[in-house]
């Protein structure tokens, strides 16, 4: 009953930009952190940024300065703005949030996850 779905991507040249945003719906009680992550071709799959309902935003090394983590909590919606783009950030981009179902009141949170977007960055 509990969806995200990102969007957004696709390809751009080095030093682009794109922004990904990714909506949660369904039967949503409340969220407390939502994240992005990304895997490259024949990688595991990695933390970009995580944007926690308490204490500050958090970066993968090679995202800071140029990828940023937003919320819109009014839409359950979870942004990564992308700008100064690389090749090496070629990956399918995936939203994650930590949810709690309107049957479950906030006692219980679950990981929910997007289907993935694809971001192709030329050289």
């Known amino acids: 009953q509990v969806q995200l779905v990102e969007s957004g991507g696709g390809l751009v040249q080095s030093g682009g930009s794109l922004r990904l945003p990714c909506p949660a719906s369904?039967?949503?009680?409340?969220?407390?952190?939502m994240s992005w992550y990304r895997q490259a071709s024949g990688k595991p799959r990695e933390l970009v940024a995580a944007?926690?309902?308490?204490?500050?935003?958090n970066y993968a090394d090679s995202a800071k300065g140029r990828l940023t983590i937003s919320r819109d909590n009014a839409k359950n919606t979870v942004y990564l703005q992308m700008n100064s783009l690389k090749p090496e950030d070629t990956a399918v981009y995936y939203c994650?949030?930590?949810?709690?179902?309107?049957?479950?009141?906030?006692?219980?949170?679950?990981?929910?996850w997007g289907q993935g977007t694809q971001v192709t960055v030329a050289s």
């Open positions: 994650e949030a930590d949810i709690s179902t309107v049957r479950d009141r906030g006692t219980r949170y679950y990981q929910y």
């Open positions: 944007f926690p309902n308490i204490g500050g935003r």
């Open positions: 369904g039967s949503i009680f409340s969220i407390n952190n």
